[in-house]
């Protein structure tokens, strides 16, 4: 398997054993498509920095530090990959939308992208993307309030959900856990998937996001159904059978259920 795909699979392993608190390697073998021999493999990579801990037949999230080490372990892993998929999406994003942009490493590579999209208004649902967009030219930013979630520094909770309420969007971009032929959008937190659900409320038009790796990925918690979302970006592997079997079958799930879909 290319370097390009480990890396985008340590990514999802290490967030399904966050999201799943104790998951055994037969179940992450299932969930990824991949032998147990590489789940172990993987597992032993993510012990090594810290960010798992290996137990008999499974793993579990290191919990001590998790609230560190959540969003900056992702956040450097398959850049290329993620600043790919961000240009795609802000070319989808027209200027002088007002703009819901959610939380996740690879929404802070299109926030950097829509600054070309100027004049935008833009909600952060992030801490990341409210402080990269400040002070933009051309960017009215907008900080949607709430809790920032320890590790992942995204916005949720009663008030987040409360100030959404108040607002309607353009766009909403969402980033997702897992997309899934017959159980649609999900997401491994449940507050973030309340905030998702609540985006998809306020908008006109919602485009997801997401690297190959999670299609056909059911994440804890479900966030809708395949045609509440308008358009999906995601890379060219995602059609490629032989790294990502899921691929193929959920590209078309999608497509039969209206989605706009973008390999890039």
Do not use: Y
């Not at 290490?14 to 172990?40: D, F, K, P, Y």
């Not at 499974?58 to 850049?79: H, K, L, M, Y």
């Not at 909403?172 to 856990?177: A, H, K, T």
Request: with cysteine; net charge neutral; charged share 20%.
């Amino acid at each position: 398997m290319a370097t390009v795909n480990v890396a985008q699979r340590l990514d999802l392993t290490l967030r399904l054993v966050q999201g799943g608190g104790r998951i055994s390697v037969g179940r992450l073998a299932q969930r990824l498509g991949v032998s147990e021999m590489t789940v172990r493999r993987d597992l032993a990579t993510l012990e090594e920095q810290g960010l798992v801990r290996r137990v008999h037949g499974g793993a579990v999230p290191t919990r001590a530090r998790a609230g560190e080490d959540g969003f900056a372990a992702r956040e450097s892993w398959q850049a290329a990959t993620k600043d790919r998929l961000s240009a795609a999406v802000a070319a989808l994003v027209e200027p002088g939308s007002r703009v819901l942009l959610d939380a996740g490493t690879t929404t802070v590579h299109v926030a950097e992208h829509l600054v070309a999209r100027a004049p935008l208004t833009v909600a952060a649902l992030s801490l990341q993307t409210a402080a990269l967009l400040a002070d933009r030219p051309g960017i009215e930013l907008l900080v949607v309030g709430g809790r920032s979630r320890p590790g992942e520094r995204s916005l949720v909770g009663p008030l987040a959900l409360r100030t959404l309420g108040s607002l309607v969007f353009d766009c909403f971009v969402m980033s997702i856990g897992g997309v899934h032929a017959e159980q649609g959008w999900s997401e491994f937190s449940l507050d973030d998937a309340a905030v998702k659900q609540a985006g998809l409320g306020q908008a006109t038009r919602t485009i997801a996001v997401a690297d190959a790796t999670k299609l056909g990925v059911r994440a804890f918690s479900q966030v809708a159904p395949l045609g509440a979302v308008d358009a999906f970006v995601t890379d060219s592997a995602a059609d490629d059978a032989g790294t990502h079997p899921n691929g193929p079958r959920t590209l078309k799930a999608l497509r039969d259920a209206g989605v706009d879909t973008h390999l890039a």
